[in-house]
């Protein structure tokens, strides 16, 4: 039941994005293929890809317990606030803490998902901001 439920989602999100698609407003100077080709691509290739579920569906899952659907809704927290924190404090901090919390959840100790986080964050900072040389959310620290 549950696939045909996610084939079924999946064909109605493939049909709105394929509307959306075409409601997209085309200059009078654009390209042969116009700016709806790619997004009508995606619809078509999302609405292939929900069909095969709802044709072959998979037995019935055996669903998490409690304790792990609440492991999984902390994980979800937690990026969603690492996404409000990230513009207000900045980078670094913000993925150190959301790595910290993940690593901890994972099943490292406090004090090594602390330090996981903080390598973790500083390691991927100075890849992107001074290897390759793209912008990062710099918060009031200036990191």
Do not use: H, N
């Not at 659907?69 to 924190?85: D, K």
Request: net charge neutral.
């Amino acid at each position: 039941m549950s696939d045909r439920i996610l084939g079924g989602a999946c064909l109605l999100l493939a049909a709105l994005y394929i509307f959306f698609a075409t409601q997209i407003q085309v200059g009078f100077m654009s390209d042969p293929m116009g700016p709806k080709a790619f997004p009508i691509l995606i619809g078509v290739v999302l609405a292939i890809a929900g069909i095969y579920p709802l044709m072959r569906p998979d037995p019935e899952p055996e669903w998490p317990a409690l304790g792990r659907l609440l492991e999984i809704v902390f994980a979800v927290a937690v990026m969603v606030g690492y996404t409000y924190a990230l513009p207000e404090i900045g980078f670094t901090v913000s993925t150190a803490v959301a790595a910290g919390l993940l690593s901890w959840r994972l099943g490292a100790t406090p004090i090594k998902a602390g330090i996981a986080g903080i390598v973790i964050a500083v390691t991927i900072f100075v890849l992107f901001r001074v290897v390759l040389k793209l912008s990062l959310a710099l918060g009031p620290w200036g990191f």
